[in-house]
Every structure is written in structure tokens, then in C-alpha cells.
């Protein structure tokens, strides 16, 4: 099982960014998808999930309505669209397999700063 995360960078307060996550070894469209992130000196947290079948999403409180989890499974893919993003945002952001959380990527660094 690999996933590979990418899309991370460095962007002002209200700006926006995609992050991608590729996945492989496994057979992608079984499986829930979704995002956590870690800041420093904090817990990582889920930040939004979407299932298998019918693609039902769930997200933190404080990104509903600014961030928007998303699966390709011809591409094996899994995207989280963020926009009106804060300092608070800051963060690594890992991309992870199932409801288990059993698999993680390495991480993508999303930094929102003036």
C-alpha cells in the first residue's frame, strides 16, 4: 500500500490550494479516503472523510464550507480542494486508507501565512 500526497505550499490568508493523493496496492474504490493534519505542537485531527460507496463526505467544523474532499477511482485519487484559507490551516496534511486509518502517506506541508 502507498500513498503519495502532493499539492502542498506556501499561500496567503483567503487564498486557496488542492492537495492529491495517489494511491496504490490496493483497490482504491473499496476503501474510505481522508485527510488529517497535524500542526506543531498539536494532535493530528480528521480533517474529512468520504466513503466508498455514494462518496457520503464528513469534515471538521471549522473547514465546513471551505474545504471539499473529493475521489477519482478511475485515477485512483483522492483530492481535498481548500479555499478561504486561514493561518490556523497551517499544518502537514496526510492522506489515509479507511475507517482504520491503517495506512498514511508522508505528508504534504500546507503553510498560510502573509
Known amino acids: 500500500v502507498q500513498l503519495v500526497e502532493s499539492g502542498g505550499g506556501l499561500v496567503q490568508p483567503g487564498g486557496s490550494l488542492r492537495l492529491s493523493c495517489v494511491a496504490s496496492?490496493?483497490?482504491?474504490?473499496?476503501?474510505?479516503m481522508s485527510w488529517h493534519r497535524q500542526a506543531p505542537g498539536k494532535e493530528r485531527e480528521l480533517v474529512a472523510l468520504?466513503?466508498?460507496?455514494?462518496?457520503?463526505?464528513n469534515y471538521k467544523d471549522s473547514v465546513k464550507g471551505r474545504f471539499a474532499i473529493s475521489r477519482d477511482d478511475a485515477k485512483n485519487t483522492v483530492y481535498l480542494q481548500m479555499s478561504s484559507l486561514k493561518p490556523e490551516d497551517t499544518a502537514v496534511y496526510y492522506c489515509t486508507r479507511g475507517f482504520g486509518y491503517d495506512h498514511w502517506g508522508q505528508g504534504t506541508q500546507v503553510t498560510v501565512s502573509s
Open positions: 496496492g490496493f483497490t482504491f474504490s473499496d476503501y474510505a
Open positions: 468520504i466513503t466508498s460507496v455514494g462518496g457520503v463526505t
